[in-house]
């Protein structure tokens, strides 16, 4: 089959060399050329405009879009639009907010094109060698293209959930579990590092991963990550956070539904930014007037 990519940046060039891979045949797009420049030499199709890659597929079209979400998707969308037609199919492999997706969705059907949220995890080596897609949009569409899902995702590393919406909000929840996980670790690791005991981080996450209740990718990676720097003293502490434990997060006080791990591991990130709080001078503060407890000075 042949098929668009629109971001060749981490994800896009890998899920590029991942199809290739598979024998389909694939028009590149990436405002930064140098990128374009890297698929056409891995085999895929350059093109140097969204025009140019509209016009090099035959319709009916599949495009996939893997660029940042949020407004750089709406903008790719709004340059897609009028170059598309009745038939066409365009993917969203970013980490784009559910609602947005229903939105982009009944925009497009509205002039017939199929919009299908994928949902896309594993990170970069998954993007190369076998991903993991959670996919919402019509059941028709899905199974025109379930043998391009069934090709670039792991065994059983692909889901068709249902209505349009549905692939990215499964990707939101899944983040929000990885939020929640990738604290409980590292929660753990403060234990060690604040104890008594001298442990070797890598081997302890070693052990982790090989027959204990909490083996996972992510132990598997915390040991990558210790073999490179065994107190991982080349790096701060900050947490960034692109939005989905967020969105996880307000969905789920939407809900009511009662996530203190998700919702908790997403202020860590945001305590993680500062320095100092604000909050934390009111507690000393109350603590020195109600019974005179000392407080840290400035200089
Ligand atoms: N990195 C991950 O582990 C991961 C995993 C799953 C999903 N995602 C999601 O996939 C998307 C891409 O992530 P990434 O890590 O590859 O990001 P990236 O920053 O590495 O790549 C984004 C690419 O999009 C290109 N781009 C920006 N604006 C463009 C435009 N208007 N037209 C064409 N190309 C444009 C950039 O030049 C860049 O090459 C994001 O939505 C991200 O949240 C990332
Ligand atoms: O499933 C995955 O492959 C990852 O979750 C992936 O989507 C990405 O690495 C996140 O965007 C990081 O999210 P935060 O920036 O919010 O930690």
Not at 30 to 51: F, L, N, R, Y
């Amino acid at each position: 089959m042949k098929l668009g990519m629109i971001g060749l940046g981490k994800m896009g060039s890998n899920l590029v060399l991942n199809l290739l891979d598979h024998e389909h045949e694939v028009a590149a797009y990436d405002v930064a050329p140098a990128a374009v420049e890297k698929m056409k030499e891995a085999g895929a199709t350059p093109t140097s405009s969204i025009e140019e890659l509209v016009a090099s597929l035959e319709p009916p079209r599949t495009i996939w879009m893997m660029v940042p979400a949020g407004e750089v998707t709406d903008q790719v969308i709004d340059t897609l639009l009028p170059l598309l037609q009745e038939g066409d199919i365009l993917l969203d492999g970013g980490n784009s907010n559910y609602q947005d997706s229903i939105a982009r969705g009944k925009k497009l059907k509205e002039k017939g094109i199929h919009f299908m949220d994928v949902g896309t995890s594993g990170g970069t080596s998954g993007a190369r060698e076998g991903a993991c897609f959670m996919i919402g949009g019509d059941a028709d569409t899905f199974h025109r293209l379930e043998p391009i899902f069934r090709d670039m995702a792991v065994e059983n590393g692909y889901h068709y959930a249902g209505e349009s919406g549905s692939g990215h909000f499964l990707k939101m929840v899944h983040n929000g579990i990885e939020y929640g996980m990738m604290q409980a670790i590292a929660e753990g690791f403060e234990v060690l590092e604040k104890s008594d005991f001298t442990f070797d981080y890598e081997k302890v996450a070693r052990v982790w991963s090989n027959g204990s209740v909490i083996r996972s990718w992510l132990m598997e990676l915390t040991e990558s990550a210790f073999a490179k720097d065994p107190k991982l003293d080349g790096i701060h502490g900050v947490m960034q956070s692109s939005g989905e434990g967020l969105w996880t997060a307000q969905t789920a006080l939407d809900l009511k539904a009662v996530t203190p791990v998700i919702t908790l591991s997403l202020m860590m990130r945001y305590r993680s930014l500062e320095d100092d709080t604000f909050h934390g001078k009111v507690v000393s503060a109350l603590r020195n007037e109600f019974g005179g407890h000392s407080v840290v000075k400035k200089d």
